[in-house]
């Protein structure tokens, strides 16, 4: 089993960047897809973004497209999410997971097995 933690959320106003990361142990991710999801209150939890297992190949939420990045470095078994022109609706509780290489282009939670406790981002307008 991999254990996931997430920080760098916090309070931002809009068109404003953030920074979140992602640190997973037990388990190297080298040999796993990775995500993003986020889950607003009141709301379901929706896919952000995905990278490879070899941390090349990215897929991206139309909602995110062009805004958002993700990537990962293997050696520091760490995967990131960089928030450029943060908008209020992407105030949320934004989720790390693990999952297989059907999660890379699925999208779908159902895809991931493991997942972080998550931590909020809150954009203020």
């Known amino acids: 089993q991999v254990q996931l933690v997430e920080s760098g959320g916090g309070l931002v106003q809009a068109g404003g960047s953030l920074s979140l990361s992602c640190a997973a142990s037990?388990?190297?991710?080298?040999?796993?897809?990775m995500g993003w999801f986020r889950q607003a209150p009141g709301k379901e939890r929706e896919f952000v973004a995905t990278?490879?297992?070899?941390?090349?190949?990215?897929y991206y939420a139309d909602f995110v497209k062009g805004r958002f990045t993700i990537s990962k470095d293997n050696a520091k078994n760490t995967v990131y999410l960089q928030m450029n022109s943060l908008k209020p609706e992407a105030t949320a509780v934004y989720y790390c997971?693990?999952?297989?290489?059907?999660?890379?282009?699925?999208?779908?939670?159902?895809?991931?097995?493991?997942w972080g406790p998550g931590t909020q981002v809150s954009v203020s307008s």
């Open positions: 997971a693990e999952g297989g290489g059907p999660a890379y282009t699925s999208g779908a939670a159902a895809d991931f097995s493991y």
């Open positions: 037990g388990r190297t991710i080298s040999i796993s897809t």
């Open positions: 990278i490879n297992w070899r941390g090349i190949s990215t």
